[in-house]
């Protein structure tokens, strides 16, 4: 069974930058091929898609961003690690939130504990 493992997390001033990583464990035969995606959930909202990277044999490593996090945010993968970093850069209080990472389509595994990232005004 994958063991999603999210970290990079903290507490940083707005304008402030963040790196974070996400260690899919256990996903070795599969990782490279599937879309991955960075989600993230504030107090009392849904969990929503901030970014994803398609994998390269399809769509040669093709990004998309939620439009509040675009010019941002840089989501990135290094397939030989199993791994997806999200560069978060110019964070602002409306970044606050828990974030987590998982497959992008309908066969999502287990949910890690996921990463605070908190951004004080």
């Known amino acids: 069974q994958v063991q999603l493992v999210e970290s990079g997390g903290g507490l940083v001033q707005a304008g402030g930058s963040l790196r974070l990583s996400c260690v899919a464990h256990?996903?070795?035969?599969?990782?490279?091929?599937?879309?991955m995606g960075w989600y993230r959930q504030a107090p009392g909202k849904e969990r929503e898609l901030v970014a994803q990277?398609?994998?390269?044999?399809?769509?040669?490593?093709?990004?998309q961003y939620l439009d509040s996090v675009k010019g941002r945010f840089t989501i990135s993968r290094d397939n030989g690690k199993n791994t997806v970093y999200l560069q978060m850069n110019a964070l602002e209080p409306e970044d606050t939130a828990v974030y987590y990472c998982?497959?992008?389509?309908?066969?999502?595994?287990?949910w890690g504990l996921g990463t605070q990232v908190t951004v004080s005004s």
């Open positions: 998982n497959r992008v389509d309908h066969n999502s595994w287990t």
């Open positions: 256990r996903s070795e035969v599969i990782f490279r091929f599937l879309s």
């Open positions: 990277i398609d994998n390269n044999l399809e769509n040669n490593f093709k990004t």
